[in-house]
């Protein structure tokens, strides 16, 4: 019981991490924040955890630049690939202590993703939880 605890509360952390993440604000829930439409400002922040929405596929640069023009936010569906590629990031960085740690995992091919990085394997909802796995594994101590 006490190990299904600790595991909510750090699932509880990691989700404030990533809202913090994409902008939103104590009381805010994720699922609120994609669908309102996350703020282009956020991409920018992003950028310093290694996240270019461009080449990730979060949004085509021709619409991102489009967009900046009009100061309009991520649609849902962009803001959902963009919570997605959030979530390894924070995933990774938790399980690794540092950002640069992470970044070199997240960019590295694995066989376990069919020889894809994570930042690839995570633009399907599959792949997506491949990375998951695979991060979560190495949390509690597997070889991955």
Wanted: zero cysteines; a negative charge; aromatic letters at 4%.
């Amino acid at each position: 019981m006490q190990a299904l605890t600790k595991e909510r509360e750090h699932e509880r952390d990691i989700e404030e991490e990533v809202l913090e993440l994409l902008g939103g604000h104590e009381g805010d829930t994720l699922d609120a924040l994609i669908r309102a439409g996350i703020p282009l400002s956020v991409l920018d922040k992003l950028a310093q955890h290694g996240i270019d929405a461009g080449r990730l596929g979060i949004i085509n640069p021709r619409t991102l630049r489009h967009r900046r023009q009009k100061s309009e936010p991520l649609n849902s569906d962009e803001g959902d690939r963009l919570y997605r590629v959030s979530r390894i990031v924070v995933l990774a960085e938790d399980v690794f202590g540092s950002q640069e740690k992470a970044a070199t995992w997240l960019n590295k091919p694995r066989r376990a993703l069919g020889g894809r990085n994570a930042f690839e394997a995570v633009k399907t909802t599959p792949g997506y939880l491949a990375v998951e796995e695979l991060l979560e594994q190495l949390r509690h101590g597997y070889v991955a």
